[in-house]
């Protein structure tokens, strides 16, 4: 969502937030993707530099909410052995799975407000849903996870901001500080719309300039949107956006995750929730695999075009 505010949030707020504040580790995923909550606690995860994100303290707990199992849903494209596996070798991505699924019971730690170079925000937002009730946080959560095991299918070493989809943040100021401090060589942030209803399509948000501060990534994140827009559209048959954006991509300069990001970076909004054509498919998980080799044949696109 895009609001039309001076430093609007990424998307339209789901509801209201109650409740107490946690906080969320970041985690770096190992040789080998884990699909569960226990595979990810024990043995392929590794916490990133060893610490939690500030003002937080490990989640507890997060068994409410299995990551996605791609075995259900057939064997992923990188698994068939494609002739595009390992191209991505040696390169380190960084996926965001926008919001979290706790945001919305901890206000007084999502609504505190950041520094994003050019003004102050939210430290994060609670997401939108379908009607339904299919969270944005979820959405992102299994998408991001079904991309991470196709990028490292194909060679990458992957970093996740977040472990679960049941914790709190991390705030936008440690998204994008997780893919500075890895010195990525580039990073999505995962997203889906919350406009109106009749709105449909999808877009890349790529950032805007912001002299002496992110000179340096403009012309490859713009180079990564691109790949990322083709490869979307041709793999998922979404339409570009009908509300914003020319071809699909949008320039903003109001996001903390694109502001304060030293790597090439763009978000990706995969359609919009409140259509219900879109809601039906992103509550489809084969649609949602399509979502995550897409993405990931946007990446090898991108480092191999
Ligand atoms: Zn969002």
């Not at 937030?17 to 990810?40: D, M, P, Q």
């Not at 793999?235 to 020319?246: H, I």
């Not at 990001?261 to 509550?283: D, L, Y």
């Not at 489809?284 to 995550?292: L, W």
């Amino acid at each position: 969502m895009i609001p039309f505010d001076v430093f609007p949030s990424v998307c339209r707020l789901a509801g209201s937030v109650t409740g107490r504040s946690r906080g969320e580790h970041t985690v770096i995923y190992g040789r080998k993707f884990a699909t569960g909550l226990t595979a990810l606690a024990l043995g392929a995860l590794t916490a990133c530099n060893g610490a939690p994100s500030p003002g937080g303290s490990p989640v507890g707990g997060g068994g409410g909410a299995r990551p996605p199992t791609a075995a259900a849903d057939g064997p992923s494209r990188a698994s068939r052995n494609l002739p595009n596996d390992r191209s991505l070798r040696g390169k380190v991505i960084v996926v965001d799975p926008g919001h979290n699924g706790g945001n919305g019971g901890n206000p007084s730690y999502i609504n505190r407000q950041v520094d994003v170079i050019n003004g102050r925000k939210a430290c994060d937002t609670t997401g939108t849903a379908t009607a339904s009730g299919y969270s944005e946080a979820a959405f992102n959560w299994d998408v991001s996870t079904r991309l991470v095991k196709e990028l490292r299918a194909r060679g990458a070493r992957v970093l996740l901001t977040r472990t679960n989809n049941t914790g709190v943040g991390p705030c936008i100021t440690e998204r994008a500080a997780i893919g500075n401090r890895a010195k990525a060589d580039a990073a999505v942030s995962v997203h889906a719309d919350g406009a109106r209803p009749s709105a449909r399509g999808f877009h890349i948000i790529q950032p805007g300039r912001l002299r002496g501060h992110n000179d340096k990534i403009i012309a490859p994140s713009a180079r990564l949107g691109r790949a990322l827009r083709d490869a979307y559209r041709a793999g998922t048959g979404v339409p570009y956006s009908n509300y914003l954006g020319a071809n699909a991509i949008d320039t903003r300069t109001d996001l903390g995750g694109l502001n304060l990001s030293t790597v090439p970076k763009v978000f990706i909004e995969c359609g919009n929730m409140k259509n219900p054509g879109e809601a039906a498919k992103f509550t489809d998980p084969k649609f949602r695999q399509r979502v995550a080799d897409s993405l990931a044949d946007g990446f090898t696109a991108y480092f191999n075009g």
